[in-house]
Each structure stands twice: as structure tokens, then as C-alpha cells.
């Protein structure tokens, strides 16, 4: 069983549809990720939470929502997607945000969203 | 800002043989630090190796090594004795200290082992 667990693995979705992606994290760590991997294309950093509150927001679409009830889960909530938000979803932790405390984070094995 | 650049869109290795895949970077961070990830077919990107850019020695992690150069910004990623199993995209990151633990990826390289 691996540390950060993401659910579905794969979900195909129209571009009316609201779905939701859920992480979840059995380390006991701080903070949070969701990374956008398109293809050919580096992984793109979506939201960061620490605690719980969101301290950074790269930009992103509202059509994503995050949300993180507690330190142990994160969802990424889906709606009126394009097309072009097909991608993997990779959800990852860490100890914390600041300097070494950080340590390296750890990946889920991400939820391969397909928009038709 | 911060850039990780991976030049090598692919490699090929016999099994048994070493290979180094190459990163280099650019930060305006004074204190950061560079990771290496494989991530195989199945998705998942599993961390193998880190080194502070203070650090005085090289990073080693069994059949892994990282090849700081800290004058020339390359961080590369060398794996001995390549196994059927290193098959795999591997991604060179950095983070800075101001970076709230947000990592920055390259492109990638995708590792094919040969038999």
C-alpha cells in the first residue's frame, strides 16, 4: 500500500459533467499537492495546502476547485472541463513547507482524467 | 523563477551498464535543493535521490548517484549496474527555499533498459 492514495485511477468525463478526484494520505504530513502532468509537457504545480488553508494557487482555472477537509485529504473538485484538461493528476505530500522540514514529497499514482 | 532542464528526451542502456541522465538548472535561490523521481508506467512518481546545494559530497542512494556541479547548475542522475526494472520516465526537480515545498519539473527522460 502506498502512502498517498488517489481515487478513481481513471475517470473519462463529458464537459458538463461535475466528478471529484480524492487523495489521501496515510504519512502523518503537513501539506498537500495537486500537479497537472500533460503529455510532453513538465508537471504543473496546481494548488499547495498546508494545514488545510491553501497557500498557493498557481493560476488555475476556477473549473478546479480544491478542497481539503483535513491534513489527510484532498479533493479536486471537476466542472465544465475542456478538453484540454485531459491529463494525469498527481496528488503528493510532504512534512511541511518551509526549508528542510520539508523533506522530498511523495506522489499518489495519480487519476488519468479523460474530458470528451 | 526556477528552470530544470532535461535534454535528453530519451536513452537507451544495456542491462548491467551505467547510464547518467543529464539536469541542469537555474534559480536565483541562494539555498535549494535538487531531487530526482522515476516514475514507471504505472504513474506514480517514486522519489531516489537528494542533494542540498550545500551539500559538500555528492548524494548517493544505492545504484544511485547525483553528480552535483554546482559551478556549472547540472545536477545528473547516475545509476549503476542498470537493471530491466530502471525502465522508466525520470524527472530532475528543484525547490527553493522560498518556494513553499513546491517542486519545479524538467521535461523528463524516458530510460529504456535493454536485455
Known amino acids: 500500500e502506498t502512502g498517498v492514495t488517489q481515487t478513481p485511477r481513471h475517470l473519462v468525463m463529458g464537459m458538463t459533467n461535475k466528478k471529484s478526484l480524492k487523495c489521501e494520505q496515510h504519512l502523518g504530513h503537513n501539506a498537500m499537492y495537486w500537479y497537472k502532468q500533460s503529455a510532453k509537457k513538465p508537471l504543473e504545480l496546481m494548488f499547495v495546502y498546508s494545514l488545510e488553508e491553501r497557500v498557493e494557487n498557481n493560476s488555475v482555472p476556477s473549473r478546479f476547485s480544491p478542497e481539503c477537509p483535513n491534513s489527510s485529504h484532498l479533493f479536486l473538485h471537476l466542472h465544465t472541463l475542456q478538453p484540454e484538461d485531459s491529463a494525469l493528476y498527481l496528488c503528493?505530500?510532504?512534512?511541511?513547507?518551509?526549508?528542510?522540514?520539508?523533506?522530498?514529497?511523495?506522489f499518489g499514482e495519480g487519476s488519468r482524467l479523460t474530458v470528451l | 523563477a526556477q528552470k530544470i532542464t532535461q535534454t535528453q528526451p530519451g536513452m537507451f542502456v544495456q542491462e548491467k551498464e551505467a547510464v547518467t541522465l543529464d539536469c541542469t538548472y537555474d534559480t536565483s535561490d541562494p539555498s535549494y535543493g535538487l531531487f530526482w523521481y522515476k516514475q514507471p508506467s504505472s504513474g506514480e512518481m517514486i522519489f531516489l535521490i537528494y542533494q542540498g546545494s550545500y551539500d559538500q559530497q555528492n548524494a548517493t542512494e544505492g545504484r544511485y548517484s547525483l553528480n552535483f556541479q554546482k559551478a556549472r547548475k547540472s545536477a545528473n542522475l547516475v545509476i549503476s549496474a542498470s537493471q530491466l526494472g530502471d525502465s522508466a520516465m525520470y524527472f530532475c526537480a528543484m525547490r527553493g527555499r522560498t518556494s513553499y515545498g513546491k517542486l519545479t519539473f524538467g521535461q523528463g527522460t524516458i530510460l529504456t533498459v535493454h536485455p
Open positions: 503528493a505530500s510532504s512534512r511541511g513547507l518551509a526549508g528542510e522540514a520539508t523533506g522530498e514529497l511523495f
